[in-house]
């Protein structure tokens, strides 16, 4: 005798949106034969379902153990509903304000994007922003909740036929990825002198390469906000980046293309490399070896070194360019005490007397997320300055707690918000010691 069906209804809160979490659902759905649908909202995500009973404990157990890498659940719940359905359909975002809709972190470029990033054959072949719904911006290129492409700076980019067709096929790994592009319709690099005058170039990363290798310090907009560049073996050339931005003696981190390149310079522990390694990309401090080629003004009277792998197409592509320097100086493009910089025209009026040229793009920067600093010691990880990768990822708390702002120092600081037992600690602020930083302040905690 059948099963009698039944209609339920399961919320779903955590970090369960730009993350792939509507497509493994539906394939789930079809995997267990069940009707039903599944949309975003700006309280998470709402499944509606029609279905034997037997089979809906197993969904559920799947939902929890079986979802995509970069998906964190921290709640279901569920109530009965009424499901008219003869299929599994993805619908619509639902529009409204929810307390408990979570922001994913930007996260680095996947393996399948990398792969593609470098294969001949692929229309995406060297395309500096390539990405999917596993990997690329999310934090810092989104206004609003839910996570749609209209509520992020993509908004302003409109897909080609076949980034389009990718991003409406639920069994294709680009579904719903709201940044998904191309060279064809999506942003793109430009190359631009000391005073912002753009320069023809067919390629602009070549261009960067070759200016790194002669010395020259480059701006470079990336994920979160600029990078002033430089060769990391060339004294002269860190000297000269360390007088323009008067950070005389503070030291610089690096960016190197891998692990077996990290551990030409430093000392690396299988723990510390998995850290290095992972789809968070920290600045992970490791204990520097002696007689590298290192310029010994990077990081002067420490014994340490400040090191991260690449984490966007553009990295990457940098690195692997015919004349790129072999290990990069990756430090904040800002003025000294100011906020990173984030926008072209912020970049250009405060870098110009820093930076000798600038790789610029067009694909605006909504949040500001500085790289995120840890190390391994004593056993564990430990996150010294939180930003890129992590924020706004939630710290779950042993009790639920009155919705509290804290407000944090004044030096080095950061803030944290607490929702019920959650605790959502803020990006690296910095110092509040001028205006721009307090706006920075601001704005994050809106």
């Not at 290990?327 to 250009?348: D, H, K, R, W, Y």
Request: aromatic share 6%.
């Amino acid at each position: 005798m059948p099963l009698e069906n039944i209609d339920i209804e399961l919320h779903i809160r955590g970090v369960v949106q730009g993350v792939g979490f509507r497509p493994f659902v539906y394939r789930l759905a079809r995997q267990f034969s069940l009707n039903g649908n599944v949309a975003n909202t700006a309280d998470g995500v709402i499944i509606q379902l029609c279905a034997p009973g037997g089979k809906l404990a197993g969904f559920v157990s799947s939902l929890r153990d079986k979802a995509p890498a970069m998906a964190r659940i921290t709640a279901i719940t569920q109530h009965s509903c009424r499901v008219a359905a003869a299929a599994f359909v993805i619908r619509e975002s639902r529009a409204g304000f929810g307390s408990h809709g979570v922001i994913p972190p930007d996260t680095s470029i996947c393996p399948d994007c990398r792969r593609e990033l470098f294969d001949r054959g692929n229309r995406r072949y060297r395309y500096p922003f390539i990405n999917c719904t596993n990997c690329g911006p999310r934090f810092t290129i989104i206004s609003r909740i839910p996570y749609d492409r209209p509520n992020t700076s993509m908004q302003h980019f409109k897909m080609c036929g076949p980034c389009l067709s990718e991003y409406e096929n639920p069994d294709n790994r680009r579904f719903h990825a709201e940044p998904n592009a191309c060279a064809d319709c999506g942003p793109g690099l430009s190359w631009h002198n000391a005073e912002g005058v753009p320069l023809a170039s067919p390629d602009p990363v070549l261009q960067a390469a070759r200016a790194l290798k002669d010395g020259m310090i480059v701006a470079i907009r990336g994920l979160g906000g600029f990078h002033l560049v430089v060769d990391a073996e060339n004294e002269a050339a860190v000297d000269k980046l360390r007088r323009r931005k008067g950070r005389l003696a503070k030291p610089l981190a690096v960016m190197v293309n891998d692990l077996a390149a990290m551990r030409r310079y430093c000392h690396l522990s299988p723990a510390a490399a998995a850290f290095a390694a992972s789809p968070e990309r920290p600045i992970m401090l490791l204990p520097k070896k002696v007689g590298t080629t290192l310029a010994p003004n990077l990081a002067p009277g420490i014994m340490e070194l400040g090191c991260l792998l690449p984490y966007t197409p553009l990295h990457y592509l940098l690195l692997a360019a015919p004349d790129s320097p072999a290990v990069l100086v990756m430090t904040s493009g800002n003025q000294n005490g100011a906020p990173i910089c984030i926008t072209n025209e912020q970049a250009l009026e405060q870098l110009s007397g820093i930076a000798d040229f600038f790789l610029l793009h067009n694909r605006e920067i909504l949040t500001r997320a500085d790289d995120s600093v840890g190390r391994h010691m004593a056993g564990a990880y430990h996150i010294f300055r939180r930003g890129r990768g992590y924020v706004p990822r939630a710290v779950r708390l042993p009790r639920r707690l009155p919705e509290i702002i804290a407000c944090g120092a004044e030096l080095k600081n950061t803030f944290c918000l607490t929702r019920s037992s959650e605790a959502f600690l803020s990006q690296h602020i910095g110092d509040l010691t001028n205006a721009a930083v307090l706006d920075f302040y601001s704005e994050s905690v809106d």
